[in-house]
T-cell receptor, first 117, second 116 residues
Framework: AQTVTQSQPEMSVQEAETVTLSCTYD???????LFWYKQPPSRQMILVIR??????QNATENRFSVNFQKAAKSFSLKISDSQLGDAAMYFC??????????????FGTGTRLQVTL | GAVVSQHPSRVICKSGTSVKIECRSL??????MFWYRQFPKQSLMLMAT?????????EQGVEKDKFLINHASLTLSTLTVTSAHPEDSSFYIC????????????FGPGTRLTVL
């Protein structure tokens, strides 16, 4: 079974600064996806960024980028130029297609990000 | 983008009553939907996988007779909490996987259930 570990329960960053959220995972599979989801106070889950394991290039989405280290099974999220709207709970999520359409997401425990002025 | 709705967004009920929560994929078809439960300040806990036209698959420890799931069409799954008790109070989230591609799940906005 896969596991996802987020070792930082809470993080804080000043507006306009950069913050990195950590995530490690454990799997025996070679083909999988990794996601970062954001859950703001509204509780709506929002996809921030996605990384396919077969791609060596790190994914980027505007101010969000990842550092994907497949051998180390590490998948960190970097948020640049942090904004007040980035304050949320961030979940690192693992997904593989091993079980086809029944394949499930495996969630980390989450990191609560505070953005201060 | 793909949109998933949930209804109701909030529900308050008396202990012993049953509550039905609907999850709809608005602009895509979903053969598979997922139901999660989330306690305050915690991660999402998968309760069950809902498959269109067949029985749901429940995670270990989830009472299938308490949490009835019906996935009657490619756009609708329902979760019924039967004989609800205060300990069932929680935030329930559904997600749906597009039939056309199964590498992403789209989440509903969630339902806050309070059992008095």
């Amino acid at each position: 079974a896969q596991t996802v570990t987020q070792s930082q329960p809470e993080m804080s960053v000043q507006e306009a600064e950069t913050v990195t959220l950590s995530c490690t995972y454990d799997t025996s599979e070679s083909d999988y996806y990794l996601f970062w989801y954001k859950q703001p106070p509204s509780r709506q889950m929002i996809l921030v960024i996605r990384q396919e394991a077969y791609k060596q290039q790190n994914a980027t989405e505007n101010r969000f980028s990842v550092n994907f280290q497949k051998a180390a099974k590490s998948f960190s999220l970097k948020i640049s130029d942090s904004q007040l709207g980035d304050a949320a709970m961030y979940f690192c999520v693992f997904f593989s297609l091993l079980d086809g359409t029944a394949s499930k997401l495996t969630f980390g425990t989450g990191t609560r990000l505070q953005v201060t002025l | 983008g793909a949109v998933v709705s949930q209804h109701p967004s909030r529900v308050i009920c008396k202990s012993g009553t049953s509550v039905k929560i609907e999850c709809r994929s608005l602009d895509f078809q979903a053969t598979t939907m997922f139901w999660y439960r989330q306690f305050p300040k915690q991660s999402l806990m998968l309760m069950a996988t809902s498959n269109e036209g067949s029985k749901a698959t429940y995670e270990q420890g989830v009472e299938k007779d308490k949490f009835l799931i019906n996935h009657a069409s490619l756009t609708l799954s329902t979760l019924t909490v039967t004989s609800a008790h205060p300990e069932d109070s929680s935030f329930y989230i559904c997600s749906a996987r597009d039939i056309a591609g199964y590498n992403e799940q789209f989440f509903g906005p969630g339902t806050r259930l309070t059992v008095l």
